[in-house]
């Protein structure tokens, strides 16, 4: 079983940045993936794609986020989001996962506030 476990959220002004983090633990397979990213969920909103990288290193993005945030990966399988030109409409609990097949696994969110 793989274990995601996410830190970096905090408040932060507008136009401000962060980075994420999500180090995985577990079992030897959380080196193997299709992809792993990042969602996010506001307030009284459903679950938002935010981005992900695939197996072969390829980044997507949200509409929404594209050209703001990066999604990264280093060689001990931690994943980040750096996050730029921070926005109020960027303000949820964001969370990472990590797929392979069909198991996957989610950690339990860091939250994120934009605020003056």
């Known amino acids: 079983q793989v274990q995601l476990e996410e830190s970096g959220g905090g408040l932060v002004q507008p136009g401000g940045s962060l980075r994420l983090s999500c180090a995985t633990s577990?079992?030897?397979?959380?080196?193997?993936?299709?992809?792993m990213g990042w969602y996010r969920q506001a307030p009284g909103k459903q679950r938002e794609f935010v981005a992900n990288i695939t197996e072969f290193g390829h980044a997507n993005y949200g509409d929404s986020v594209e050209g703001r945030f990066t999604i990264s990966r280093d060689d001990r399988n931690t994943l980040y989001l750096q996050m730029d030109n921070i926005q109020a409409e960027d303000t949820g609990v964001y969370f990472c996962y990590w797929k392979l097949g069909s198991g996957d696994s989610w950690g339990q969110g860091t939250q994120v506030t934009v605020s003056l």
């Open positions: 577990g079992s030897i397979f959380r080196f193997m993936f299709d992809d």
